[in-house]
T-cell receptor
Framework: GENVEQHPSTLSVQEGDSAVIKCTYS??????FPWYKQELGKGPQLIID?????GEKKDQRIAVTLNKTAKHFSLHITETQPEDSAVYFC??????????FGQGTRLTINP | EPEVTQTPSHQVTQMGQEVILRCVPI?????FYWYRQILGQKVEFLVS????????KSEIFDDQFSVERPDGSNFTLKIRSTKLEDSAMYFC????????????FGPGTRLTVL
């Protein structure tokens, strides 16, 4: 079955700097890769996603890259702000229904 | 903006008791899901539901678990006889249609089994 590995588990950056979180997946048939942000006491909120027919997608300060050959995808946050502090999860869609999540990255933005 | 809602936000129960967690998915969505997250761990898929039947379930979703869409708006997860290890956050999610459509998550129900 699909396995998603996410690194690092914790990440601390200075406000204004960039943050990068990386994930690898095992099932080459996976074709959809969302990123979710989870704030304390809340459910995961989608922040960006990418489908396997593109290599990069950008939405303001957030971008995701996908390397299908290497089976890895990354989240890039530029010009980080204190409100970016949260836990971030990558996921891969296995089949048509099941999202398989990574272990999560606790991102802390230091003012 | 439409959102998935879940009740209750926190449920405390005694081991062996039955619990029902409730969800109201986004109104025009067709696919419904339950995931769980044990404290400090990753989010894990439990079950998907479409056209009034289970379309996929994980090995976690054993005979103690069941799902139901009793009317046009609610989607429920029942745990028949709770165990200590069922303590977790349970998230409901829904999506509109295609395989790669976004799954939108609710705020979760924290289940504590004593």
């Amino acid at each position: 079955g699909e396995n998603v590995e996410q690194h690092p588990s914790t990440l601390s950056v200075q406000e204004g700097d960039s943050a990068v979180i990386k994930c690898t997946y095992s099932d080459s048939a996976s074709n959809y890769f969302p990123w979710y942000k989870q704030e304390l006491g809340k459910g995961p909120q989608l922040i960006i996603d990418i489908r396997s027919n593109v290599g990069e997608k950008k939405d303001q300060r957030i971008a995701v890259t996908l390397n299908k050959t290497a089976k890895h995808f990354s989240l890039h946050i530029t010009e980080t702000q204190p409100e970016d502090s949260a836990v971030y999860f990558c996921a891969a869609l296995r089949g048509a229904q099941k999202l398989v999540f990574g272990q999560g990255t606790r991102l802390t933005i230091n003012p | 903006e439409p959102e998935v809602t879940q009740t209750p936000s926190h449920q405390v129960t005694q081991m062996g008791q039955e619990v029902i967690l409730r969800c109201v998915p986004i109104s025009n969505h067709l696919y419904f899901y339950w995931y769980r997250q044990i404290l400090g761990q990753k989010v894990e898929f439990l079950v998907s539901f479409y056209n009034n039947e289970i379309s996929e379930k994980s090995e976690i979703f054993d005979d103690q678990f069941s799902v139901e869409r009793p009317d046009g708006s609610n989607f429920t997860l029942k745990i028949r006889s709770t165990k200590l290890e069922d303590s977790a956050m349970y998230f409901c999610a829904s999506k509109s249609g295609g395989a790669t459509d976004t799954q939108y998550f609710g705020p979760g129900t924290r289940l504590t089994v004593l």
